[in-house]
């Protein structure tokens, strides 16, 4: 059974950071393609980055570009979301996620097969 584990929320004020990671288990990630994706209450799914299963790619929400960085770990099932200079409006729970890789990344919620539960990251102003 294929399972991802978010880790790292919390609450921080603006201008301050936080590392997410996302551990797998039962199956070997490192050939996967990884995404990061929030929900804040009251608002749709949205994506945050993406990561091929290589790590040479790399795709990013325009308003988190510059402050985030996704990254996959030394231990191949981990993948790193770090969050720099947070804003109030990144408030929301994170989610990690996985698929099969293709050409190229995707943003797209609905193309990844696998998701963890999430881990929430408030932003107090």
């Known amino acids: 059974q294929v399972q991802l584990v978010e880790s790292g929320g919390g609450l921080v004020q603006a201008g301050g950071s936080l590392r997410l990671s996302c551990a797998a288990s039962?199956?070997?990630?490192?050939?996967?393609?990884m995404g990061w994706f929030r929900q804040a209450p009251g608002k749709e799914l949205e994506f945050v980055a993406a990561?091929?299963?290589?790590?040479?790619?790399?795709r990013y929400l325009d308003s988190v570009e510059g402050r985030f960085t996704i990254s996959r770990g030394n231990v191949l099932n981990t993948v790193y979301l770090q969050m720099n200079n947070l804003k109030p409006d990144d408030t929301a729970v994170y989610s990690c996620?996985?698929?099969?890789?293709?050409?190229?990344?995707?943003?797209?919620?609905?193309?990844?097969?696998?998701w963890g539960q999430g881990t929430q990251v408030t932003v107090s102003s």
């Open positions: 039962g199956r070997t990630f490192s050939g996967y393609d």
């Open positions: 990561i091929s299963w290589s790590g040479a790619s790399t």
């Open positions: 996620a996985g698929r099969r890789p293709r050409a190229l990344i995707t943003i797209a919620a609905s193309q990844y097969d696998y």
